[in-house]
């Protein structure tokens, strides 16, 4: 099983790129959540999904959209990317009220 | 609003006990959660706890909750250099939705 599949790993992108940062689950589940990760801040949620063709805002969304086209797949988009938003990014997924399974992350530069 | 406080950092000697402090301000959490987070690397989970409880006990860690104070701690017994890592607390507030409210992290350091 490889759990929460986050690609790429690394990326470098210059100020107004767009990307697609993209995550994959094979568990099945139910929820799907991005974050990023940014020094002595902990995780911030950015958008969320209770299920195929749902997404949500979380505690931090501007900037980013987020598409969940099938269950098993959560894409998080950057349309015109700014240095704010160098960061690493973790997607996570869950089922009902157990714990969320996290991805090894996507170090994100944004130059 | 929704807070998770941790203190920024912990240093240990190996084979000491470890003890990470958590504060949350939302009662109403059902689980509350310990991950961990080694350098590079994604979240793990280590353990957590459902809100009726006080106490859980894994092996080498103890997880204590205070809902009267809303702490919550992880002590780990006999750290090990392989314990250096960052330690986040996340809370659950009661939703459909099952979303994590996380501390900052703690970065725990064991001396040699």
């Known amino acids: 099983n490889a759990g929460v599949t986050q690609t790429p790993k690394f990326r470098v992108l210059k100020t107004g790129q767009s990307m697609t940062l993209l995550c994959a689950q094979d568990?099945?589940?139910?929820?799907m959540y991005w974050y990023r990760q940014d020094p002595g801040m902990g995780l911030r949620l950015i958008h969320y999904?209770?299920?195929?063709?749902?997404?949500a805002k979380g505690e931090v969304p501007d900037g980013y959209n987020v598409s969940r086209l099938k269950k098993q797949n959560f894409l998080l988009g950057l349309e015109s990317a700014a240095p704010s938003q160098t960061s690493v990014y973790f997607c996570?997924?869950?089922?009902?009220?157990?714990?969320?399974?996290f991805g090894d992350g996507t170090r994100l530069s944004i130059l | 609003g929704e807070d998770v406080e941790q203190s920024l950092f912990l240093s240990v000697r190996e084979g000491d006990s470890s003890v990470i402090n958590c504060t949350y301000t939302?009662?109403?959490?059902?689980?509350l959660y310990w991950y961990k987070q080694e350098p590079g690397a994604g979240l793990q989970l280590l353990t957590y706890i459902f809100s009726n409880m006080d106490m859980k006990q894994d092996q080498r860690l103890t997880v204590l909750l205070n809902k009267k104070d809303k702490h919550l701690s992880l002590r780990i017994a006999d750290t090990q250099t392989g314990d250096s890592a960052i330690y986040f607390c996340a809370e659950s507030p009661p939703a459909y939705t099952n979303k994590l409210i996380f501390g900052t992290g703690t970065l725990l350091a064991v001396q040699p």
């Open positions: 996570a997924s869950s089922t009902g009220s157990q714990p969320q399974h």
């Open positions: 939302d009662s109403s959490s059902t689980y």
């Open positions: 568990m099945n589940h139910e929820y």
């Open positions: 999904s209770v299920g195929e063709g749902t997404t």
